[in-house]
């Protein structure tokens, strides 16, 4: 089965405070994204990478960067927080290669984040 | 713009039928998913519909119509832990995939 795991699945930090959150998947696939998970929205993309040291800005990339530095891992860097960052943070992954990847995502359990 | 519309939520009695629809604007379409959430935990794959028509998995199907931007996932013989958001989301022509708000699903004894 693939594993996806998020480091932390709830956090509290304070407005301004660097926060980090880790994704480790153990199936070996190309392609990996974070998401943001509110109330009444759906899902919103906030990065992706399809290979190592590759990244691309999804749909709400302001005020998030993000670190692939090995195929495995995937991170999400806050720089600042601010408390419209507060939500669920979900990571997933997906097999393939190239553009033209329809498979399912998998995910991770969720990062709960509280910014105060 | 492109946009996903299912309802917020709904209710149904366990051993009964529900039909959660889906309906959507997009540009382009290469498939669209249904995903199982339970509340506190993360999105679960259930359907992939790409060819108009019904696919059935067990007591879950899942129907598309392309022509009328039109989905829905029907859950049979609902069991208590039926209980659950169910996700929308389209994957449209740049492969990127465009999300429902989702259906939360309430069963009743």
């Known amino acids: 089965d693939v594993k996806v795991t998020q480091s932390s699945r709830y956090l509290v930090k304070r407005t301004g405070e660097k926060v980090f959150l880790e994704c480790v998947q153990d199936?070996?696939?190309?392609?990996m994204f974070w998401y943001r998970q509110d109330p009444g929205l759906g899902l919103r993309l906030i990065y992706f990478?399809?290979?190592?040291?590759?990244?691309e800005k999804g749909d709400i990339p302001e005020g998030y960067s993000v670190s692939r530095e090995k195929k495995e891992r995937f991170s999400l860097i806050l720089e600042s927080a601010s408390t419209n960052q507060t939500s669920m943070y979900l990571c997933?992954?997906?097999?393939?290669?190239?553009?033209?990847?329809?498979?399912?995502?998998?995910f991770g359990e969720g990062s709960r984040l509280t910014v105060l | 713009g492109q946009n996903i519309d299912q309802p917020t939520e709904m209710t149904a009695t366990e051993g009964a039928i529900v039909q959660i629809n889906c309906t959507y604007q997009?540009?382009?379409?290469?498939?669209l998913f249904w995903y199982q959430q339970h509340a506190g935990e993360a999105p679960t794959f259930l359907s992939y519909?790409?060819l108009d028509g019904l696919e059935e998995k067990g007591r879950f199907s899942s129907f598309l119509s392309r022509s009328k931007g039109y989905s829905y996932l029907l859950l049979k013989e609902l069991q208590m832990k039926d209980s659950a958001s169910y996700l929308c989301?389209?994957?449209?022509?740049?492969?990127?995939?465009?999300w429902g708000a989702g259906t939360k699903l309430i069963i009743k004894p």
């Open positions: 199936m070996d696939h190309e392609n």
């Open positions: 997933a992954t997906k097999p393939g290669t190239g553009d033209e990847v329809t498979g399912e995502l998998f």
């Open positions: 519909n790409v």
């Open positions: 989301a389209v994957m449209d022509s740049n492969y990127q995939l465009i």
């Open positions: 990478s399809y290979d190592v040291k590759m990244k």
């Open positions: 997009t540009s382009g379409f290469n498939g």
